[in-house]
């Protein structure tokens, strides 16, 4: 379990619970399935989003049952979105593991993932209410529309600051939003309530997703685990890349107008955007995000959760970069 | 609309309103997507499934809106499952047109599937009950693994006629049934009724499966619509192989050692096949399931449609082979 909630002893001894409960669903005949899930399940995440389903359960009744269900679905929604993100960027690592496509090969990836799609559904007409599986079933479409979308504006020439807040919200930010959301309306909170927490977790997603495309152009391989400007030679352009653009239309040209980058091309890159304050640019939209978060999070009804919420957002957004 | 509706108005006029649901669920901003998925759609396939849950419904109390949701549903799960399908099997061509991802790339056939597993699962939630939900989704496990089973066996010398079944049980039995039992369950049909109209999508889809398998070893491209011997080529060895390698363990030998075929391979195997009866013991086999299937047809309540799904039994398994 990651270090993130070592100081909150309830949230944590909930996320053990959820990781249990996912173990007793992926258990089946072949093995060689169980263990492939088994590894996702602890490849050492933050569990960022479960824990958010818990937390906003407890702005309402706290049905344990019911919140560590709902918990599970989402993290496993979430894994069957990296297993086939994995399958499509041909991905040879995650968090510093081998991917399922890179050890079992693309074609069991493809299964596995829809086979965690199917076991979602099954936890939820379970545990969960037609509304829920409805809310979570159209947030997995906006996730799909926008994974989609990302592939056709590869290599593509016209940037948008728009287009690609656009794509992170439904890449990054649904999946926080409906976290926070599923468990306010399923634990009983108003209405009012869980929309509140839905726009909580859009901005913490928004401000998580910019700051991590900022990484590419700042982090190395060991800092953030993952090949450093990986997106920018698949010709995904991110904010930081989006923004120096705008600045310098004619250097930028010469590199928009190739269909991949060499090693060079990207070392050069890095050093235009950052040159061009790309990276800055970026922070302050994510900035702007993180305060709309925090914001949102002090009109939350008195509640120890409040603060846990608070405290989180903090170690997530306010990270040093 | 497949001519094999001709004779039934009733049956065809409900398929074509599926048909239109599925239009307007699947539209959206992205017309790409629209346009690939509305190829599917048009893709002339026989559209069995539906029309299962269509005529089970009627054993019950039949709500168009509700019947045709879940027709639409069944089909687009269906739709998902071949796209994911060709993405594993490389496919070129499926009904003698070309796949999503030969058009459009493997990325984008992955999320296209996981694309309309979303609708699936919206449409579920907005037209059937929590029950049935559960029934889907653990039916959709089923065939996941099933389809991982196959992959897993793949060029594997140790042959079982009752893995074989078990396969296609997950492969094809498994949505026969769910049409038919989805259709009577939500329609208000008995518990016994609805499980008896599950059996019968067991023994149709199983006797179909073994029947289309045989075509494998007498059928040639322009009859099946498929390239002959194509599961043969990829390593998956059907009923009529494994009744032949049976009767003539040392000839097979060599060939289960291999772990590829050339098409010099193929012809002596489909030669062996047909030498030691293979086609003719899957026919045998086939038999006995449709026959079953018949034998419970019978014993359905009086309704019209009782012989319409008979009829349709008969086109399909009493076929020319």
């Given at each position: 379990m990651d270090k993130i909630w070592d100081n909150y002893k309830d949230v944590k001894s909930e996320l053990d619970a959820v990781i249990s409960l996912m173990?007793?669903?992926?258990?089946?005949?072949?093995?060689?399935?169980?263990?492939?899930?088994?590894?996702?399940i602890?490849?050492g995440g933050k569990m960022l989003r479960p824990a958010f389903v818990i937390i906003a359960s407890n702005f309402g009744n706290y049905d344990a049952q019911k919140a560590r269900s709902l918990a599970a679905v989402i993290e496993?929604?979430h894994?069957?979105?990296?297993?086939?993100?994995?399958?499509?960027?041909?991905?040879?690592?995650?968090?510093?593991?081998?991917?399922?496509?890179?050890?079992?090969?693309?074609?069991?990836?493809?299964?596995?993932?829809?086979?965690?799609?199917?076991?979602?559904?099954?936890?939820?007409?379970?545990?969960?209410?037609?509304?829920?599986?409805?809310?979570?079933?159209?947030?997995?479409?906006?996730?799909?529309?926008?994974?989609?979308?990302?592939?056709?504006?590869?290599?593509?020439?016209?940037?948008?600051?728009?287009?690609?807040?656009?794509?992170?919200?439904?890449?990054?930010?649904?999946l926080f939003?409906?976290s926070l959301y599923t468990g306010a309306?399923e634990s009983?909170c108003?209405?009012?309530?869980?929309?509140?927490l839905?726009?909580i977790g859009?901005?913490i997603?928004?401000?998580f997703?910019?700051?991590?495309?900022?990484?590419?152009?700042?982090?190395?391989?060991?800092?953030?685990?993952?090949?450093?400007?990986?997106?920018?030679?698949?010709?995904?352009?991110?904010?930081?890349?989006?923004?120096?653009?705008?600045?310098?239309?004619?250097?930028?040209?010469?590199?928009?107008?190739?269909?991949?980058?060499?090693?060079?091309?990207?070392?050069?890159?890095?050093?235009?955007?950052?040159?061009?304050?790309?990276?800055?640019?970026?922070?302050?939209?994510?900035?702007?995000?993180?305060?709309?978060?925090?914001?949102?999070i002090?009109?939350l009804?008195?509640n120890p959760y409040k603060m846990i919420l608070k405290e989180v957002a903090e170690k997530l957004l306010?990270?040093?970069?």
């Open positions: 173990e007793k669903n992926v258990k089946c005949k072949d093995k060689k399935i169980e263990n492939s899930i088994m590894e996702l602890y490849s496993m929604l894994m069957a979105t990296l297993v086939h993100d994995d399958v499509i960027d041909d991905a040879k690592t995650r968090r510093g593991q081998e991917t399922v496509q890179s050890k079992y090969g693309k074609d069991y990836a493809v299964y596995i993932g829809d086979f965690l799609f199917c076991v979602c559904f099954k936890i939820l007409a379970s545990s969960a209410t037609l509304q829920s599986i409805k809310v979570d079933s159209k947030s997995m479409s906006r996730i799909c529309l926008g994974e989609i979308d990302q592939l056709n504006s590869r290599f593509d020439s016209k940037l948008s600051v728009k287009n690609y807040l656009n794509r992170i919200s439904g890449k990054t930010a649904e939003s409906l309306a009983g108003s209405d009012a309530l869980s929309k509140q839905w726009k859009h901005n997603g928004m401000a997703q910019i700051i991590d495309d900022t990484l590419d152009y700042v982090g190395n391989a060991d800092s953030i685990r993952k090949p450093a400007a990986s997106d920018l030679k698949q010709g995904i352009f991110t904010l930081p890349f989006i923004y120096a653009a705008k600045k310098d239309k004619n250097t930028f040209k010469y590199y928009l107008e190739k269909e991949s980058f060499s090693d060079e091309d990207v070392k050069n890159i890095i050093l235009l955007v950052n040159k061009h304050k790309g990276i800055v640019s970026a922070k302050e939209l994510a900035d702007k995000y993180t305060k709309k978060a925090f914001k949102l002090d009109n009804p008195e306010v990270r040093s970069y």
